[in-house]
């Protein structure tokens, strides 16, 4: 099964763990060095998240494109920020700019509070619906050489018709993350990629087959492919890997405490999405897990965005990836809390060697089919 990595492109170099405050917000020389070097060591994606108080991914992600040459650039979208026959648009041409990179990413958002931020009151079931409708829409305006009119329960327009097409003439992929049921529901029907957080293998595993349950439910002959995300700390060897993942911690601990973070700030309360609660029940469980998981960078941080550790030394590193691969995931994400110096080191010691270990795996298969294949014949 072919295997795809995705990471983040930051535009500035305050990290979660050496936040720099008084810094430039948005640092353009940085972001499109960020961008080359994902580029250069192999990655396939970057994710340019939303929040409601941070830069804005449509512009860096063109930005990205337009100084990459293979690197896709994913769009985190709330449906409530863009109207859809707009998106529609934005996408389509950032996906002719960057000849046919663009993918988007929806969040129906997870938190009421923040979704206040920018003047959206619904219930997350609704959010839900409306995430449904939008994406339906998205599709028909890529795909509709005509005008259409739209009725729905949450957008309503007349006579839209849109000149841009996706660079492949049709579509552009469409993932959606979460954990809850209206996740698996709407993701599982409807995405070409459905986005989940760190979990254990056994987690991990009923996440799929729910999604898969649901797509199957909605008459899908295909299934979305699964993405899960990681937060590697990787060192030349266990003990090194570990003694950086305890600083890592301190200094997480201590970035929160000073309320340096601001989607971790201090006293934040419970977080209201399912994926975010899950990590915090796993990481009760233990801090160690399967073969190299590590959940206190979870507890440290309330489990806002993904925070799950994966500790030890490129092999185990390896290893570990390689275990979700067989689990039947697609789409690797991995960033670290060093963020740029980590990607270089995954660009380094962990792409090409999962990537090597795929191809020796499908030589092997290939050579005992031979095998088999000669054995008949003879
Ligand atoms: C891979 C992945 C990436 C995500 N990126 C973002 C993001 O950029 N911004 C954001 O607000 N939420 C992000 N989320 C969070 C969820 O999409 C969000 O909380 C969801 O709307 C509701 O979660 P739930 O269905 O688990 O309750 C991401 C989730 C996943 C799994």
Not at 126 to 142: D, N, S, T
Not at 224 to 250: D, G, N, Q, S
Not at 333 to 361: F, Q
Request: net charge negative.
């Amino acid at each position: 099964m072919p295997v795809e990595f995705i990471s983040l492109a930051f535009a500035n170099a305050s990290t979660e763990i050496k936040p720099i405050p008084s810094g430039p917000t948005v640092d353009p020389d940085y972001l499109k060095r960020y961008a080359r070097n994902l580029d250069d060591y192999g990655f396939d994606y970057t994710l340019q998240p939303y929040d409601s108080g941070g830069a804005d991914p449509w512009t860096m992600g063109a930005t990205i494109a337009a100084v990459t040459s293979n690197l896709k650039v994913i769009i985190a979208l709330r449906p409530n920020t863009v109207y859809p026959t707009v998106a529609a648009k934005m996408l389509a041409t950032l996906d002719q700019l960057s000849k046919g990179r663009a993918v988007v990413h929806f969040i129906a958002g997870g938190s009421d509070q923040e979704q206040a931020r920018e003047g959206d009151f619904l219930t997350k079931e609704e959010r839900y619906g409306r995430l449904e409708e939008y994406i339906k829409i998205l599709r028909q305006a890529w795909r509709s050489t005509e005008p259409f009119d739209w009725d729905g329960k949450y957008f309503t327009f007349k006579n839209f018709s849109n000149r841009v097409r996706p660079f492949n003439g049709s579509t552009i992929p469409v993932s959606v993350g979460g954990s809850s049921d209206e996740a698996y529901r709407v993701g599982g029907s409807l995405a070409d990629i459905f986005g989940l957080w760190g979990e254990p293998l056994k987690e991990t595993k009923e996440q799929i087959t729910k999604i898969y349950a649901a797509a199957e439910k909605a008459g899908r002959t295909d299934r979305p492919k699964i993405w899960v995300t990681f937060r590697p700390i990787i060192a030349e060897t266990e003990e090194l890997a570990w003694e950086k993942a305890h600083r890592t911690l301190e200094a997480l601990t201590a970035s929160r405490a000073a309320g340096q973070l601001p989607k971790n700030p201090p006293n934040a309360g419970a977080p209201q999405n399912v994926g975010s609660q899950r990590l915090l029940e796993i990481a009760k469980k233990g801090e160690v897990q399967d073969r190299a998981l590590w959940y206190p960078t979870v507890t440290a941080t309330g489990a806002r965005g993904a925070s799950t550790a994966m500790v030890g030394s490129p092999q185990t590193i390896v290893d570990s990836i390689l275990d979700y691969v067989d689990l039947g995931c697609e789409l690797i994400s991995i960033r670290g809390y060093d963020n740029l110096n980590d990607a270089i080191d995954y660009g380094r010691y962990v792409l090409p060697a999962v990537r090597e270990a795929l191809t020796g795996r499908e030589a092997e298969t290939k050579q005992s089919g031979d095998h088999v294949v000669q054995q008949v014949d003879g």
